[in-house]
């Protein structure tokens, strides 16, 4: 074949891109090194995207597709009333291998501004699900805004805690929490 080396399809791309952004940020999502990654010529980068801005784009929205709107999908499919869906969600987004990903697009929000509107309605997403979940559940406006934002903390936010529990463990510890919040 002379030497041709197969083109990678997109969603190559936007995988190795992801995970290069999760193990090295921003500096490493760079055509070249990605490419001698996939084992292909910067050629079948541009076959998919203009530039670099592009890819960043198909690697946010996959993360909004899949880590938002591909759980909603599963938590709604398997289907039970308001707290079973919620917890439901705290199984999935527990459970989901895309936590790099996500810290690492979170941690380049703060220094771009457009990264930093995505993250934003992703959030928006996420928590409008959730509050709508817990209206549901009967609870008040006030109560559907602070519980809404505890479980969504505890679901972003306890991989930052590294105190210990005791006896307990920490996945025990972080579900009972969860189930406090749904519970009048």
């Given at each position: 074949?002379?030497?041709?080396?197969a083109q990678?399809?997109r969603?190559?791309?936007?995988a190795?891109?992801?995970?290069?952004?999760?193990?090295?940020?921003?500096?490493?999502?760079?055509?070249?090194?990605?490419?001698?990654?996939?084992?292909?010529?910067?050629?079948?980068f541009?076959?998919?995207?203009a530039?670099?801005?592009a890819?960043?784009?198909?690697?946010?929205?996959?993360?909004?597709r899949?880590?938002t709107?591909?759980?909603?999908e599963?938590?709604?499919?398997?289907?039970?009333?308001?707290?079973d869906?919620?917890?439901?969600?705290?199984?999935l987004a527990?459970a989901?291998a895309?936590?790099?990903?996500?810290?690492?697009?979170r941690?380049l929000?703060?220094r771009?501004?457009?990264?930093?509107?995505?993250?934003?309605?992703?959030?928006?997403?996420?928590?409008?699900?959730?509050?709508?979940?817990?209206?549901?559940?009967?609870?008040?406006?006030?109560e559907?805004e602070a519980?809404?934002?505890?479980c969504?903390?505890?679901i972003?936010?306890?991989?930052?805690?590294?105190v210990?529990?005791?006896?307990?463990?920490?996945?025990?510890?972080?579900?009972?929490a969860?189930?406090i919040?749904l519970?009048?």
């Amino acid at each position: 074949m002379g030497g041709r080396r197969a083109q990678k399809s997109r969603g190559a791309w936007i995988a190795a891109a992801g995970e290069a952004l999760a193990r090295g940020g921003i500096e490493a999502v760079a055509v070249e090194p990605l490419a001698r990654a996939l084992g292909v010529t910067k050629g079948s980068f541009y076959w998919h995207f203009a530039d670099r801005r592009a890819l960043l784009d198909a690697v946010l929205e996959a993360w909004q597709r899949v880590g938002t709107e591909g759980i909603i999908e599963r938590v709604e499919a398997k289907g039970g009333d308001a707290a079973d869906r919620l917890r439901t969600l705290w199984q999935l987004a527990s459970a989901e291998a895309g936590l790099d990903v996500e810290m690492a697009i979170r941690d380049l929000a703060a220094r771009d501004e457009h990264v930093a509107e995505v993250v934003a309605a992703v959030d928006r997403r996420r928590m409008d699900f959730v509050r709508a979940r817990l209206r549901e559940l009967g609870f008040d406006a006030g109560e559907v805004e602070a519980r809404g934002f505890a479980c969504y903390s505890l679901i972003i936010g306890n991989h930052f805690i590294g105190v210990g529990h005791g006896r307990r463990s920490r996945r025990r510890v972080i579900a009972d929490a969860f189930e406090i919040l749904l519970t009048r």
